[in-house]
């Protein structure tokens, strides 16, 4: 199995501050790369697929980065709402996929 | 717009059957993709289950897959979890969701699950 490992697993930030998180693959995935974001309480929702395209309805802030085994998702200017936990995913192998363990991003 | 709902037992005994049933509406079942299971045990991160195709074909996760059946009612355009033998280890909150292939900038077809259920918790406890 590919292991997807995400690193802070947590981090505190400011309003309008930049904002970056990283993902590493233990084997190369190309570009077979999603981001999902989760609130407290509800589901993840996607973010970003195929490592850099935005899904629909997603703001510009958030642009995703990368190929191979190391993966970035940069937020430019952090919003209140865009704290929550951030997940990485690989549909590289196809069974099974996996996810990254998550990244917190709370408000300093 | 596509929904999709959980349903099934809160609480289940050790060693009992967890049975988890997702409702589908604003799209068909028939008409394509997979469906998935990932579960979520408090506090942690997502785990993925497995996913089901409206054909039946199944993918599951190795670590589950002795315990684990999917299945899909198309005339319900309804999925289904099966866990047998469960222990406090498979608390958690279940999510279903829609596998779809993205086609990324590269033209690479990338499957993502671009739509969730609410998620139901289940607890399993004497």
């Known amino acids: 199995d590919i292991q997807m490992t995400q690193s802070p697993s947590s981090l505190s930030a400011s309003v309008g501050d930049r904002v970056t998180i990283t993902c590493r693959a233990s084997h190369s995935i190309s570009t077979y790369l999603n981001w999902y974001q989760q609130k407290p309480g509800k589901a993840p929702q996607l973010l970003i697929y195929a490592t850099s395209s935005l899904q629909s309805g997603v703001p510009s802030r958030f642009t995703g980065s990368g190929s191979g085994t190391e993966f970035t998702l940069t937020i430019s200017s952090l919003q209140p709402e865009d704290f929550a936990t951030y997940y990485c995913?690989?549909?590289?192998?196809?069974?099974?996929?996996?996810f990254g363990g998550g990244t917190k991003v709370e408000i300093k | 717009q596509v929904n999709l709902q959980e349903s099934g037992p809160g609480l289940v005994r050790p060693s009992e059957t967890l049975s988890l049933t997702c409702s589908v509406s604003?799209?068909?079942?028939?008409?394509?993709?997979?469906w998935g299971w990932i579960r979520q045990p408090p506090g942690k991160g997502l785990e993925w289950i497995g996913n089901v195709y409206h054909s039946g074909k199944t993918y599951y996760s190795l670590s589950l897959k002795s315990r684990v059946t999917m299945s899909v009612d198309t005339s319900k355009n309804q999925f289904s979890l099966k866990l047998t033998s469960v222990t406090a280890a498979d608390t958690a909150e279940y999510y279903c969701?829609?596998?779809?292939?993205?086609?990324?900038?590269?033209?690479?077809?990338?499957?993502?699950?671009?739509?969730w259920g609410h998620g139901t918790k289940v607890t399993v406890s004497p």
């Open positions: 995913q690989q549909s590289y192998s196809n069974p099974p996929l996996t």
């Open positions: 969701a829609r596998l779809v292939p993205y086609r990324g900038d590269t033209s690479v077809y990338v499957e993502a699950f671009d739509f």
């Open positions: 604003g799209y068909s079942i028939s008409s394509g993709y997979y």
